[in-house]
């Protein structure tokens, strides 16, 4: 069982920044593939970016690359991502996920967060 607990989100102008973190439990953490996804108001869930066990491999959907960074610190347990340039169309609840395989799939994923909401202003 693995457990994530996002944090970070919150009210940002248009270009902006933030940085959101998920934090792990369990000692297999560095196990895992580690995605971020969200979701919009009105909107299915969406693949964000992932990034591979030894944080080798990231991959980002079209949308955010240039923009948003993800990264892990495997020694706490830690996934972030770094979100720049933000526009209203980034609102969401952003939510981590954990698989145990490398996939931009959300039903490859076992694992997930409650979610964190971040809203960006015009």
């Known amino acids: 069982q693995v457990q994530l607990v996002e944090s970070g989100g919150g009210l940002v102008q248009s270009g902006g920044s933030l940085r959101l973190s998920c934090a792990a439990s369990?000692?297999?953490?560095?196990?895992?593939?580690m995605g971020w996804f969200r979701r919009a108001p009105g909107k299915e869930r969406e693949f964000v970016a992932y990034i591979t066990r030894s944080g080798g491999l990231t991959y980002y959907v079209d949308f955010v690359r240039g923009r948003f960074t993800i990264s892990r610190d495997n020694a706490k347990n830690t996934v972030y991502l770094q979100m720049n340039s933000l526009k209203p169309d980034d609102t969401a609840v952003y939510y981590c996920a954990a698989g145990t395989v490398i996939s931009s799939h959300e039903g490859q994923y076992n694992y997930w967060g409650q979610g964190t909401q971040v809203t960006v202003s015009s």
């Open positions: 369990g000692r297999t953490f560095s196990s895992y593939t």
